[in-house]
């Protein structure tokens, strides 16, 4: 993994061979230890999420926000076009959306706007 940055370089390889390049210097740490890229922890996190005794170690806009983004990038590499990542728009659409499939997208006008109720609590199949 090479990063640039800050007129650095760093340069990883297999999480056990680092160099750093700063001002022409050049620094190189090897570890001694065995390699730990994190499979372990992340996989505990993971568990304890599930069994609630922990947060997700992701956070749900974080994974649909990578997800945009990964989807707007594909978009533009085949349109040539550049795209927005508006991801509080996108998950306040997509919640509209899963609303009126759950409910079959009836409307009923409230002061407050538009929502829309199920079949059942208009009495039925109409």
């Known amino acids: 993994m090479e990063v ?8 990883l390889e297999d999480f056990r061979h680092l160099e750093l390049v700063r001002h022409g210097r050049k620094r190189v740490t090897r570890a001694r230890w065995r390699q730990d890229k994190g ?3 992340e996989m505990q996190a993971f568990i304890d999420a599930v069994r609630g005794s922990s947060s997700a170690p992701i956070s749900f806009e974080q994974i649909v926000g990578s997800t945009l983004a990964t989807l707007r990038l594909q978009n533009s590499c085949q ?23 759950e409910t079959r997208g009836f409307p009923v006008n409230v002061d407050s706007g538009s929502e829309y109720v199920s079949r059942r609590r208009l009495g039925g199949n109409r």
């Open 4 to 11: 640039f940055g800050g007129g650095s370089v760093a340069m």
């Open 39 to 41: 499979h372990k922890q």
């Open 79 to 101: 349109t040539g076009e550049p795209q927005t990542v508006a991801l509080s728009e996108f998950v306040a659409s997509a919640c509209i959306k899963s609303h009126m499939r």
